[in-house]
């Protein structure tokens, strides 16, 4: 059974304004979740799920593959460029190879997230770096921030941190391709939720005080679910089982929030409502979308451009800015930065406020 990588998490609406960059030397920023923030974790482990190949990394600077599953920036950078930072920080596996200089690396925060990543421990048969093992990365971060600085300002600059967390659609895609697909939505959308409660518990144990949540787009409308729905009904259309699911938890999620942050004092948070932000651009009539394509890849082949991975060998769109997806399952640069303006400015997909007021709470 091979996991299939994660399908785009951040999509767009447009924003109008320009965003009031923060000073970054006030805090730090951690990742944890998924491919659409793995900015090179997988390029340091054995797994099948990598993006360091051509043409991945077209557009980033130097036209280089990096590891992130994307043309150019991925949803990690575009997000952190509106806090003032260049993009996102580094990996935590990459920190590790430079021994005695890991300490000096840590003045911008650290980023975990593994593509293949889910919730759910069993979502990761990939060899990827699951949420909970993440959070045992981040707990070695703090240990040597300890150590460099005190615990008492260590624990002061964690709770002023930023902590966002991007994951879920992978344990979706899980469901729908393992036995867990004849257990009751309900009895799984609990299993993710009690998965993330934990997982949040932890953090906050461990200094985290402001979170940033990204919840899970309407993955049955990425071009490798359209493939699905293609096939079984002959029409280019989402895969409503997969969007159901995707939405329900959404709106789980959003409650779940609401209590534990009651429950722990001090906690902040901001939910992006990715799958709404999606539908929205998605629906548009074509000629007022952003993009003159919102269901084929711009990178791979066959139908839809989803039935090969994006690669050496794969079809490449001409016109990078038009299409809503770089591959099969991950939004393109474009995409990305239109999505991290809407979750940094807010108010219409994001609540119960957006992640720049987030900041500066």
């Known amino acids: 059974m091979v996991t299939i990588p994660l399908c785009m998490s951040l999509l767009i609406i447009c924003a109008t304004s320009t965003p009031q960059t923060d000073d970054p030397t006030k805090k730090l920023v951690f990742f944890l979740g998924d491919s659409t923030a793995d900015v090179g974790t997988n390029n340091y482990i054995t797994t099948p799920l990598k993006a360091n190949f051509p043409p991945n990394g077209i557009d980033f600077p130097g036209g280089q593959p990096t590891g992130r599953f994307s043309n150019g920036f991925n949803n990690a950078d575009e997000l952190v460029k509106n806090f003032g930072l260049m993009m996102s920080p580094p990996p935590f596996l990459y ?33 990827t770096v699951p949420l ?35 994951i879920g659609s992978n344990d979706i895609f899980g469901y729908f391709n393992t036995s867990d697909a004849k257990k009751p939505p309900s009895t799984f959308i609990n299993m993710m939720l009690s998965a993330y409660s934990q997982h949040i518990k932890a953090l906050y144990g461990l200094g985290a005080r402001k979170f940033g949540i990204i919840s899970i787009p309407p993955v049955g409308c990425c071009p490798f679910s359209r493939l699905i729905q293609l096939n079984l009904t002959g029409t280019n259309g989402c895969f409503p089982p997969m969007n159901e699911l995707a939405q329900a938890f959404h709106l789980a999620l959003d409650g779940l929030l609401l209590h534990i942050s009651s429950e722990l004092p001090g906690m902040k948070y901001s939910l992006g409502n990715t799958f709404n932000m999606t539908l929205d651009v998605i629906n548009r009539p074509r ?31 001409s016109d990078r800015l038009s299409y809503l997806f770089w591959d099969m ?4 640069q474009e995409a990305s930065i239109l999505a991290a303006l809407e979750l940094y400015l807010g108010p219409t997909y994001v609540s119960p406020i957006s992640f720049s007021q987030l900041a500066k709470e």
């Open 95 to 127: 920190l590790l190879t430079l021994g005695s200089g890991f300490q000096q690396q840590l003045s911008k925060g650290v980023n975990f997230a593994s593509g293949g990543a889910g919730l759910l421990d069993i979502t990761n048969i990939n060899n």
């Open 132 to 166: 909970s093992e993440q959070i045992n990365q981040f707990a070695t971060v703090r240990s040597n921030l300890s150590a460099l600085i005190g615990d008492p300002a260590t624990e002061a600059k964690l709770n002023q941190s930023l902590f966002f967390i991007s």
């Open 287 to 317: 000629n007022s979308s952003l993009f003159g394509s919102v269901d084929t890849a711009c990178c791979g082949s066959g139908a839809l451009n989803a039935e090969g991975p994006c690669n050496q060998k794969a079809a490449l769109c």
């Open 329 to 332: 399952y991950h939004p393109t």
